[in-house]
């Protein structure tokens, strides 16, 4: 009986980032990062600033992951179907990352226009997902 090979990590998490958007002040895309790198190693501020050629003057912060989470996992009562399939789908990107990633981190860059970064480490890569928040 032939095996039928995993499903990797990008293929159940693009299609999932189709047409969804992060809710802020403006809604943004949300993209799929994928960066080689050689060896588990945890992720402090400088190593993710080395690992995305940031300059020594951005603005970065490690926050909780429950801060990139919790805006868009938690159904309110007012929703309407389009926002409860929004938070359906966060929700399974949720489940997926934290099955299949080791170490996530979360990190955001800036101060008005901020980046979010919420990362993690997968064979051989850094993966996770990268946005944009705008916050006056």
């Known amino acids: 009986m032939p095996m039928v090979p995993e499903t990797s990590l990008p293929e159940m998490i693009v ?8 809710p802020s002040e403006s809604d943004e ?11 588990q190693r945890e992720i402090n501020v400088q190593e993710f ?19 990139f989470w919790s805006p868009v ?7 309407e179907e389009e926002e409860k399939q929004r938070t359906a789908r ?6 997926i990352l934290e ?26 890569s850094i993966t996770g997902l990268k946005t944009m928040a705008v916050r006056t």
Do not use: H
Request: proline letters at 4%.
């Open 49 to 67: 600033a080395e690992l995305l050629g940031l300059k020594a003057t951005d603005t970065i912060v490690e926050e909780l992951p429950e801060r």
């Open 73 to 79: 996992t938690t159904e309110r009562d007012w929703y």
């Open 15 to 22: 299609p999932l980032l189709e047409n969804l958007l992060y």
């Open 99 to 124: 099955e299949n990633l080791e170490g996530i981190r979360y990190f955001e860059v800036g101060e008005v226009e901020v980046g979010l970064y919420l990362i993690g480490q997968s064979e051989g």
């Open 29 to 39: 895309p949300i993209y799929f990062l994928c960066i080689s790198s050689e060896g």
């Open 90 to 95: 966060f929700v399974e990107l949720k489940r």
